[in-house]
């Protein structure tokens, strides 16, 4: 597993010197370096943001005693979004970028992992069957039951 990402995370970064390299032949090296900058700053910006609200959203859950729900999740996944697009790099904003969006996040997610664990899951009802009724298993104790422990 380390290895593979070992593997991916070295062409990532070919993918991103070519790409600087393209764009700054196209708009000049100093249009780059400040889309590049851009980028930054609202990467810092939405970070600051989305790692407030992931905190809130943690300590709601601790307080209540609660596993932290999708929102969590929605929100972590954001914060690595804005990671994402401090990270210089014309790739890594796209992917940051499409992290944001809420139809692309799913499709993302799902490249990485196995379960799509952001798709709300459709499930149908059971049917009642008797509302009076409790299924249950019963064993006799052959032992006398008017012996109490005290």
Same mark, same amino acid.
């Given at each position: 597993?380390l @290895? =593979?990402i070992?593997?991916?995370?070295f062409f990532v970064?070919? +993918?991103?010197?070519?790409?600087? *390299?393209l764009v700054g032949s196209l +708009?000049?090296?100093? $249009?780059?370096? $400040?889309?590049?900058?851009? /980028?930054?700053?609202?990467?810092?910006?939405?970070? %600051?943001k989305?790692s407030a %609200?992931?905190?809130?959203q943690?300590?709601?859950a601790?307080?209540?005693g609660?596993? !932290? =729900?999708?929102?969590?999740?929605?929100h972590?996944?954001?914060?690595?979004?804005?990671?994402?697009l401090?990270?210089p790099?014309f790739?890594?904003?796209l *992917?940051?970028i499409?992290?944001f969006?809420p139809?692309a996040? !799913?499709?993302?997610?799902g490249?990485? /992992?196995?379960t799509?664990?952001?798709? !709300? @899951?459709?499930? @149908?009802?059971?049917k @009642?069957? =008797?509302d009076?009724?409790?299924?249950?298993?019963?064993?006799?104790n052959d032992?006398?039951?008017?012996?109490h $422990?005290?």
């Amino acid at each position: 597993m380390l @290895k =593979n990402i070992k593997i991916i995370g070295f062409f990532v970064l070919l +993918i991103e010197i070519a790409i600087f *390299i393209l764009v700054g032949s196209l +708009i000049g090296v100093f $249009l780059t370096l $400040l889309l590049v900058a851009i /980028t930054m700053i609202i990467g810092f910006s939405l970070l %600051k943001k989305q790692s407030a %609200k992931t905190m809130q959203q943690m300590q709601e859950a601790m307080q209540s005693g609660k596993m !932290p =729900n999708l929102d969590f999740i929605q929100h972590s996944i954001k914060s690595i979004a804005a990671i994402l697009l401090i990270i210089p790099g014309f790739l890594t904003d796209l *992917i940051g970028i499409l992290l944001f969006l809420p139809k692309a996040r !799913p499709m993302i997610i799902g490249l990485f /992992t196995k379960t799509k664990f952001m798709k !709300p @899951k459709k499930t @149908k009802k059971a049917k @009642k069957k =008797n509302d009076d009724v409790i299924e249950g298993e019963y064993w006799k104790n052959d032992d006398d039951s008017s012996k109490h $422990l005290e």
